[in-house]
């Protein structure tokens, strides 16, 4: 890339692909200026679900860019918060 500033992401092949969506990454060994940090694309089918999981020290943005989802968060003090993201 000319500029360490762009990467394009959705050019890149995903990650992971089945019939419930796919995902595409990048990190640090990909796109230098990603020090620390990942930078996600995940793309859900109507059937697809993210699969749990946790930040033990790390903080997560979400962006919708089409559709609607429901994403549900389990807070340090063990209460479970739900949300529905839209565009």
Do not use: C, F
Not at 35 to 55: C, D, F, I, V
């Amino acid at each position: 890339y000319t500029s360490p500033y762009h990467y394009k992401l959705e050019a890149a092949s995903p990650l992971a692909s089945n019939v419930g969506g796919n995902v595409k990454v990048a990190r640090q060994d990909r796109w230098a200026i990603l020090k620390n940090q990942a930078l996600y694309s995940l793309q859900l089918t109507n059937n697809g679900m993210r699969e749990p999981h946790w930040h033990p020290e790390t903080a997560e943005l979400g962006y919708m860019h089409q559709g609607s989802a429901r994403m549900s968060i389990l807070t340090p003090s063990g209460a479970l918060e739900t949300y529905t993201l839209q565009e």
